[in-house]
């Protein structure tokens, strides 16, 4: 894994406590990302605009799996978060085994937390211990047509 920007979720807490002592702010984001797509790069280019720093939690092989199914992912962990990383906006890609990325977020405390889609801030795990730490939570909406199931679909039903 790329030594500087994908990091395990120990070495990205001291990453972020030297950001945060620099005065940075941290905003962070998780998902499968599976299939990068342009929805994807939208998000997290909008995300990272929201502050400092953009770290993202990417869930691993085993997590997406008990997410999406026994087909998923459809690209290991690995070259997702090579993938992730080689965006200029991404400063730093965590990967995590846990269905939801709870303990991570607890590790890193952004100071600000993003979801994609139409979710309410309430709804979004470690909303509020994000809050109650003085973050805010942001609810960010998906560009429109755009999605790792439908480009699945598109490229199940392409003819041979």
Known sequence: MNETRILTRERAADRVKSWREQGLSIVFTNGCFDLL???HVDYLERAGRLGDRLVIGINDD???RRLKGPERPINP???RARMLAA???VDLVVPFA???PLELIRS???DVLVKGGDY???EIVGSELVRRHGGRTVVMPFLRG???TSLIERIRNMPA
């Open 146 to 148: 755009y999605s790792s």
């Open 120 to 122: 309410r801030p309430e």
């Open 62 to 64: 085993a997590s997406v």
């Open 77 to 79: 962990l690995r070259d």
């Open 108 to 110: 890193l405390m952004p």
């Open 87 to 89: 965006l200029r906006c």
């Open 98 to 100: 846990e269905d939801t």
């Open 37 to 39: 797509h342009p929805g």
